[in-house]
């Protein structure tokens, strides 16, 4: 890739990243109802959530793991969870979260509780 098509990859995704933050307050309505899921699934638990953040469908449960150090038994049955609630895309070797969550997510929610 050249130096012109790299800047112009970086400037399109930091494009996409404001978009996104512009648009939070709308993708939040809309996913609300996954959204609640997500957080009684993962609950406060740092390695969970930081598990969910792993979750692009390019890394593997075993890469996950070994990023957050979450133990196995545990990361497959939250994987499991989150399938059956329709919150993944793809499979459960590789997941991937369905909706987007900004990267706040979990401590903008712990402080309105």
Known sequence: MSDYETQMLQAVQKMSDL?????????AQRDAKQRTTLLEIVGTSDAKQKSVFQMDGIRTQ???R???SMNQGNL??????LHKAKLLAGDTNTPRLANSIPQNFFKSNAKTK
């Open 19 to 27: 978009l996104e933050l512009l648009a939070e307050d709308k993708i």
């Open 62 to 64: 075993k890469e996950i």
């Open 66 to 68: 070994a990023k957050t």
């Open 76 to 81: 497959s049955t939250m994987v499991s969870m």
